[in-house]
């Protein structure tokens, strides 16, 4: 198949994002806010690109016990723009026990969340 004859069907859209760290600095008068507004740009952008897939890699967080409002913010963000009513129309084929076999436990999660949102 040639490259010319894809589709935008064919298309998988991704933004990826690397090392956030939402909560950088949380406590300075000027730069507090910035790891989590630029969060929320990048998620923002997503949904006005309509990406099919974030893929958010490296560290989301600055610190491993992020700060009520670090968290609060990533939910408020991923809230506004992830969840709608927009199809999920990615579906992973191979056997994630396999590729993440340290992992099952949070792809058991995720798959349980997952079935809540829809």
Not at 30 to 46: K, Q, V
Request: charge should be negative; aromatic fraction near 6%; charged fraction near 25%.
């Amino acid at each position: 198949m040639a490259l010319t004859s894809f589709t935008v069907a064919d298309t998988i859209r991704i933004l990826v994002a690397t090392d956030n760290h939402v909560g950088y600095n949380e406590r300075d008068a000027i730069r507090g806010d910035d790891s989590s507004r630029t969060f929320n740009e990048i998620m923002s952008l997503a949904t006005e690109q309509d990406v099919d897939m974030v893929l958010l890699a490296g560290d989301l967080f600055h610190d491993n016990k992020p700060s009520r409002k670090s968290l609060y913010e990533v939910m408020k963000s991923l809230r506004k723009n992830c969840l709608g009513d927009k199809p999920c129309e990615l579906e992973m084929l191979s056997d994630g026990s396999e590729i993440f076999s340290g992992s099952v436990r949070l792809i058991t999660f995720v798959r349980w969340k997952s079935t809540l949102l829809t």
